[in-house]
Nanobody, 118 residues
Framework: QVHLVESGGGLVQPGGSLRLSCTAS????????MGWHRQAPGKQRELVAG?????????TYADSTKGRFTISKDSAKNTVHLQLNSLKPEDTGVYYC??????????WGQGTQVTVSS
């Protein structure tokens, strides 16, 4: 089993920045990918960014976040970070950390609220 704990959400003005963090515990050696999804009010959950944790640093981003968001990992701390820059009101939502591990297993964090508003 893998357990995820997120931190770093909050309220920020348009154009501002936030940094989200997600720390994994439990069967961390079985994790091969981590990242973030988000869910805006009335919309489906969507991928924001993901990163490979199994030896490469391959990353993937949603088109709407490329160039503004950066995902990184701290393997020693079993943590991934998501730097959110140039935030827009449409980035508002609950951000969920995920981890894929083992064969077909996944874990999700409890979610952290990001609100972009003036």
């Amino acid at each position: 089993q893998v357990h995820l704990v997120e931190s770093g959400g909050g309220l920020v003005q348009p154009g501002g920045s936030l940094r989200l963090s997600c720390t994994a515990s439990g069967s961390v050696l079985r994790i091969y990918a981590m990242g973030w999804h988000r869910q805006a009010p009335g919309k489906q959950r969507e991928l924001v960014a993901g990163i490979s944790t199994s030896g490469t640093d391959r990353t993937t981003y949603a088109d709407s976040t490329k160039g503004r968001f950066t995902i990184s990992k701290d393997s020693a701390k079993n943590t991934v970070h998501l730097q959110l820059n140039s935030l827009k009101p449409e980035d508002t939502g609950v951000y969920y950390c995920y981890a894929f591990y083992g064969v077909g297993d996944s874990a999700w964090g409890q979610g952290t609220q990001v609100t972009v508003s003036s």
